[in-house]
């Protein structure tokens, strides 16, 4: 099942949470109080999944998921007070009888800021290693790797684009701290080489690019911010998974504190 959220804004600083359930095999069952929302240190799974607003009993979901569904948040914890504009965290355990190592997703959505795509940024883990596109530019995408060397903490970037119709592989890597979020990466492309039983390390020449901005707002979701050296043109990219998650993998970024 792939699961999704963003807020849908309601007028000036107000927003609603939305959270989108899709199945992708079998006939999954979703319902309230499977998860822990977390918010101003409380926490509470007495939540249900509506269809209103006013949370009614009528548009309450709670059964087998068969296509794409989108569900709202009502809480029913009178000791929790939810806001939706606030920064919270969902953590919903995936694990089922047969794993054989725990898994949970889990999200941070940052405050509201105007933007239905409001998240907040999660710091880098392995789980979130991939390959990653944007639809709206499908033909090229942005391999990522989260690991270690040794002690050091390393994020690797490998981005496969074009340049005057051909194609242009831009590669960097960077170390980070455990809870960084924002991942500053220096790139660079390569020339020099030859093809096959040709190639001699000692060809390969690289040549300073510019700089990307690698954050994650879910297990699904990356943003590249990037800078050319050579004239200054910027962009920002929002990509998301070639595949929907890694297979075995439950996809967390860190076990919860709270």
Not at 4 to 12: I, T, V
Not at 141 to 169: C, F, H, M
Not at 211 to 232: K, P, Y
Request: a negative charge; glycine letters at 12%.
């Amino acid at each position: 099942m792939l699961f999704e959220h963003w807020r849908q804004p309601c007028g000036g600083t107000k927003s609603q949470i939305v959270l989108a359930y899709t199945p992708l095999e079998g006939s999954p069952f979703v319902c309230g109080g499977q998860a822990r929302i977390i918010q101003n240190g409380m926490s509470t799974s007495q939540y249900r999944l509506v269809r209103e607003v006013d949370g009614s009993d009528g548009g309450e979901f709670c059964g087998v998921l068969t296509e794409p569904t989108g569900l709202l948040i009502h809480i029913d914890d009178p000791d929790f007070q939810f806001n939706d504009d606030e920064e919270f965290e969902f953590y919903w355990d995936v694990t089922r009888p047969n794993d054989l190592h725990p898994g949970f997703y889990r999200f941070v959505a940052g405050p509201f800021r105007g933007d239905p795509l409001s998240t907040g940024e999660l710091p880098p883990h392995g789980d979130f290693s991939g390959s990653y596109f944007d639809p709206e530019r499908a033909g090229e995408g942005a391999l990522i790797e989260v690991g270690q060397v040794d002690e050091r903490k390393v994020l690797q970037v490998s981005w496969y684009t074009y340049d005057n119709g051909q194609p242009l592989w831009i590669y960097g890597v960077a170390d980070f701290a455990g809870r960084d979020t924002r991942i500053q990466v220096p790139l660079q492309t390569f020339s020099g080489a030859r093809f096959g039983q040709e190639f001699s390390p000692s060809d390969v020449s690289g040549t300073p690019w510019g700089e990307a901005t690698i954050s994650f707002t879910s297990c699904q979701h990356m943003n590249l911010d990037w800078v050319r050296q050579s004239d200054g043109e910027q962009g920002q990219y929002r990509y998301q998974r070639t595949v929907n998650r890694l297979l075995g993998s439950g996809c967390s970024n860190e076990s919860p504190t709270r």
